[in-house]
């Protein structure tokens, strides 16, 4: 299992070629707050879209440089989202990171974390799931890494319109994760707390499990604030932070665990 004893998570910061305020936000992020970690854990949409690693643009690469430099200092890990889940170790590896699966256990400031995306949580979500378990099945995957980049630049618009229509149909509800999936989840883990993104809604919660009380840290998007989170032996810290103007102090203390 990995072990640190000070790491900073950051999920969902979407990054396109469209916000350069967010690209901005996340290169000062890198400079000013990484630094002060073992290691920086990304949890899933980092990118707005990934159509596969031989599509990688500059804009691409040079995110990928930046996350090298910090790995000579750190470790980098990497876990993919609904967004960017084609994502694979040929662009993992110019980015100096590990790719995490989902879920996954690991040891932060001497406790276990678990540490996941989230959208396979939001298990009221049925004809989400169903396109999940079809769409990052390994032979599906290796197929869809095998069509031309013109399909599969135009499956991913069509993907993006789909995810755009649900949010703004109002089903709000579906959008968070099931508490039962949640439960169920930490059931497993009966040691550790769970850390996710995803749903955009920054929080810290307490399930009541069988093992006692379980917390959940979820991790905010990046849009006009951005997130991260601080897991430290002295405090876990979910902080926020403006993007147009990122001032790294503190913006919420958490609750020390
Ligand atoms: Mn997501």
Same mark, same amino acid.
């Given at each position: 299992m990995h072990r640190f004893a000070r790491a900073v998570l950051i999920s969902? =910061?979407? =990054?396109?070629?469209?916000?350069p305020d967010i690209t901005r936000a996340f290169h000062v992020f890198i400079d000013e707050v990484a630094p002060r970690y073992d290691a920086l854990f990304i949890l899933g949409d980092f990118f707005e879209y990934w159509v596969g690693d031989d599509a990688a643009t500059d804009f691409h690469r040079s995110i990928a440089e930046r996350l090298k430099q910090c790995s000579t200092h750190q470790a980098v890990f990497l876990m993919v989202g609904n967004r960017d889940f084609a994502l694979g170790e040929h662009f993992a590896n110019l980015c100096g990171a590990t790719l995490l699966p989902d879920p996954s256990t690991v040891e932060l400031a001497e406790q276990n974390w678990l540490l996941s995306h989230g959208d396979a949580l939001c298990t009221e979500d049925v004809g989400y799931q169903r396109y999940r378990r079809f769409i990052r099945h390994p032979w599906v995957l290796a197929t869809l890494r095998r069509l031309p980049l013109k399909w599969r630049l135009a499956l991913a618009e069509r993907l993006r319109q789909n995810s755009r229509q649900r949010y703004q149909s109002g089903r709000t509800g579906l959008v968070d994760v099931t508490d039962s999936a949640v439960v169920a989840l930490l059931n497993q883990h009966p040691n550790s707390h769970l850390i996710h993104g995803h749903t955009h809604l920054a929080d810290w919660h307490h399930h009541t499990t069988a093992n006692g009380q379980q917390d959940r840290l979820v991790l905010g998007d990046w849009h006009h604030y951005g997130w991260y989170l601080s897991v430290q032996p002295e405090a876990t810290e979910l902080h926020r932070f403006a993007i147009e103007d990122p001032e790294f102090e503190p913006a919420q203390a958490g609750v020390p665990l």
């Open positions: 969902d =910061l979407h =990054l396109c070629t469209s916000r």
